[in-house]
């Protein structure tokens, strides 16, 4: 059902925590889907330095929430913003498709922290927000 990279990263996630005094901070999920992801970012030079995430959901919300912060790291706030939940599922080898609303979760949270950044240091832009489609909660 899952592939080894989901285990992997679900059974050792990666960036785990909070980051004190972080330059972004994005959370997002439902109640309704059962899962709540939490994304903190470090910025320096419009480069994500550092990222943790502290998720409460499944398996797969806490899969695709450690590939997301590996993907974003070390990576420009655009580059950041150009993560799609396909380029998460992908870097995981997929995700069964009552899971697909996982990824999408991952890609709104770094979005989310990335638009907190903005607003908290007086940068006039506005991030697009997906929404998920493959279930019937709303972000």
Known sequence: MYSEKVMDHFSNP??????????????VGNSKCGDIMKMYIKVENDVIVDVKFKTFG???????SSMA??????????????LTNKAVMEALDGLPPVKVHCSVLAEEAIAAAVQNYYDTHGIDKQVAKSH???????H
């Open 14 to 27: 990666r960036n785990v925590g909070e980051i004190e005094n972080a330059d972004g901070v994005g959370q």
């Open 58 to 64: 499944c398996g797969a919300a806490i899969a695709t």
């Open 69 to 82: 912060t590996e993907l974003v790291k070390g990576k420009t706030l655009d580059e950041a913003l150009a």
């Open 132 to 138: 998920c489609d493959s279930c019937n909660c709303e």
